[in-house]
Structures are given as C-alpha cells and as structure tokens.
C-alpha cells in the first residue's frame, strides 16, 4: 500500500522553526518529484516547495523562500520541509505529495501530485 506519512507539526512562537518530515512506504520514494502544500483556515491549498526525484532541482512560493529548505534522504526514503523565521501567516495543515513530473518553469501543482499524505498542523503564535 502505497502511504506518505507527514511528521514534526506542532506549535511554535514567531521566529521559530520546525523541520517536518514526509516518510514514504510501498513505493520507491526516489522515483518521485515531492511537493509540500499546504493549506490554512478558509483558504485553498497552496504549493510550498517541490524537489526534484534526484534533489538536483528545488522550487518554492515567493512567500517562503529564504525561510524554508527542502531537501530529500532516498535512502531513508524521507523528504524534509525546514522552516524558519515563522509567521503567523504560516499556520497551516501542511501535505506531502509525490508525483512524477518536476515543472521547470513554475511551481508544482496539485494536478502534478499523484498520492498525498494525511497532512500535519503547524501552528505560529505572535
């Protein structure tokens, strides 16, 4: 069965960080392009970051760049969302994705993504 499982979600203060984790089983994580969205109260899911199935390519939202860093471990089939400098403008549930296509020229997208994890809270306090 073929699951992504999101890990490292809690609460944190403004400025904060938190690294979460998405571990993959069933499947061969490395054949994969990974995203994280996420999605806040009220509002629709929203592409975070991607990597490509090598980690060789990496993309982000205007809104988190410099602050987060995504990058993978096939070996331990694991894929890690850092982020730092939180804001309460990052409280969200976050999701992993895995997909087969990498866009060049523009963030992953929810239409790229073939199997989703059940997601994990973050939540920032001011």
């Known amino acids: 069965q073929l699951q992504l499982v999101e890990s490292g979600g809690g609460l944190v203060q403004l400025g904060g960080s938190l690294r979460l984790s998405c571990a993959a089983s069933g499947f061969a994580l490395d054949n994969y392009t990974i995203g994280w969205f996420r999605q806040a109260p009220g509002k629709e899911r929203e592409g975070v970051s991607c990597i490509s199935y090598s980690g060789g390519h990496t993309s982000y939202a205007d809104s988190v760049k410099g602050r987060f860093t995504i990058s993978r471990d096939n070996a331990k089939s694991t894929v890690y969302l850092q982020m730092n400098s939180l804001k309460p403008g990052d409280t969200a549930v976050y999701y992993c994705?895995?997909?087969?296509?990498?866009?060049?020229?523009?963030?992953?997208?929810?239409?790229?993504?073939?199997?989703w994890g059940k997601g994990a809270l973050v939540t920032v306090s001011s």
């Open positions: 994705a895995a997909g087969r296509y990498f866009p060049v020229f523009r963030l992953c997208g929810s239409g790229d993504m073939d199997y």
